[in-house]
């Protein structure tokens, strides 16, 4: 049974004059991942920080239309912004990461939360980095500084961070863009593993990686959605032409 997590209903995003989408509705299923693609500009960013309202920090952004999570309305003036970014989890395009150790990095956002017991803490480190697959790595270097770790590393060290408050569900903007092909394979595991816990929106400029990790894709233009559906079907048999011209490299 497919369920429904999030909801964006005729959304529409503006940064002053530009608008940035249109008009878009869209369901993301619970426990699946979806991709989002599109060229340049197409509004994909803006699209994923709807959904923690991180847009809301920018001067200028005019929403319109509606976003609901588990049913429930995260623009209404009730919602608590804190606790909405505590459920809904986002890792960037590059590492952003404080310049403190790997442990400092990994318990930031649940001393936030209240955390304060170190047996709690520790537990939170180990858990969130095991089911990171990053343990190993990281385990005799807790008090090291965070930026010395590689690229893929810090990237993965990232989305173990993002999981310490237990969200449910993961943002995740080109996470694997800046990183080699053995790093990316990292990430994308990674994803797969995470995607029995979590419901995992995805931004990628590549294609091949939606394709092999993505349940649903969706594909954006110039700030509508031109075509949403099972990524298998997407990729084989798009039902838009200018899905197909894309996806075959034929602009973009
Ligand atoms: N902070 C901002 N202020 C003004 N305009 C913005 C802002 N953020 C995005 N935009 C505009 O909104 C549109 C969509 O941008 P967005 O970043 O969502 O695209 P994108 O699909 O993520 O592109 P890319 O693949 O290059 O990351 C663009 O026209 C962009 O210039
Ligand atoms: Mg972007």
Redesign the pocket.
Known sequence: MKEIKIQLKNLS?F??Y????NDVSLDFYSNKVTSII????????????TINRM?EL????LRKGSVFIDGIDIYDEKIDVVNLRKLVGMVF?TSNLFPKSIYENLIFAPKLHGISDKSDLNEIVERICTQTAIWDEVKDRLNENALNLSAGQQQRLCIARALAVEPNILLM??PASALDPISTAKIEELIFDLKSRYTIVI?T?NMQQAARISDYTAF?YL?QLIEFGKTTKLFTNPANKQTEDYITGRFG
Request: proline share 3%; net charge neutral; glycine share 16%.
């Open positions: 995003v940064f002053n530009i608008q940035a989408l599109g060229p340049s500009g197409c509004g994909k960013t803006s699209l994923l920080r847009n920018i001067a200028g952004f395009q903007d080109e931004v400029h954006l700030g």
